[in-house]
């Protein structure tokens, strides 16, 4: 069965305190991994989108990267606006290429 | 960018009537678009895939003659929710994946429905 775990489900951190946040996914065929950032009661905003093992993408204080197994998202220095749910999907090797959420992980930053 | 509009974004409804949902994509052709279900804390789950000009694809579990897709034209899909009841209250969004675009899947603002 298509599964994609994050973690952890929530985190909390300090203005400035850099932190990572898992993406772990079991597929039968990738054909690409999504990071979305979603703000309570607003539809999931396009970050960023990753295809191979390596492949890495940046943007302003985030930076996604991708292995056979996981991926990453890399957040340097965060800042009270980066608090929002952090959401990765796996779009399927299959017909309609639907995507497969994660549980998400809800990201919250204190000044 | 490409843009989906949903309306409405929030809706209160009685419980036995039924309410529709609105999803357009305002600046693009969408042959597909995707409607998620989402309950509070919890993730999205895709409930159907809608095809322009054919019926929809639902997933598992999910009841197609309690939640009827229409996506009749190439910028337009809804979702009606028929005999609502309390247990459908949730926060419901659309998706659209522009005509030849490999990625870039574009989602609506979501619309949180209330069944009293």
């Known amino acids: 069965e298509d599964q994609v775990t994050q973690s952890p489900e929530a985190l909390r951190l300090q203005e400035g305190e850099s932190s990572s946040l898992n993406c772990s996914y079991t597929?039968?065929?990738?054909?690409?991994l999504f990071w979305y950032r979603q703000d309570p009661g607003k539809g999931p905003e396009f970050l960023f989108t990753?295809?191979?093992a390596g492949e890495e993408k940046e943007k302003e204080r985030l930076k996604a990267t991708l292995t056979k197994k996981e991926s990453f998202l890399h957040i340097t220095a965060p800042k009270p606006e980066d608090s929002a749910t952090y959401l990765c999907?796996?779009?399927?090797?299959?017909?309609?290429?639907?995507?497969?959420f994660g549980t998400g992980t809800r990201l919250l930053v204190s000044p | 960018g490409a843009v989906v509009s949903q309306h409405p974004s929030w809706v209160i409804c009685k419980s036995g009537t039924s309410v529709k949902i609105e999803c357009r994509s305002l600046?693009?052709?969408?042959?597909?678009m995707f409607w998620y279900r989402q309950f509070p804390k919890q993730s999205l789950m895709l409930m159907a895939t809608?095809?322009?000009?054919?019926?929809?694809?639902?997933e598992q579990g999910v009841e197609k003659d309690k939640f009827l897709i229409n996506h009749a034209s190439l910028t337009l899909s809804t979702l009606t929710v028929t005999s609502a009841h309390p247990e459908d209250s949730s926060f419901y969004i659309c998706s659209a994946l522009p005509l030849g675009e490999g990625d870039g899947y574009t989602f609506g603002s979501g619309t949180r429905l209330t069944v009293v």
């Open positions: 600046d693009f052709q969408a042959t597909t």
């Open positions: 999907a796996v779009r399927l090797n299959t017909g309609f290429q639907k995507l497969v």
């Open positions: 597929v039968s065929g990738l054909r690409g």
């Open positions: 990753l295809y191979s």
């Open positions: 809608s095809n322009e000009g054919s019926k929809a694809t639902y």
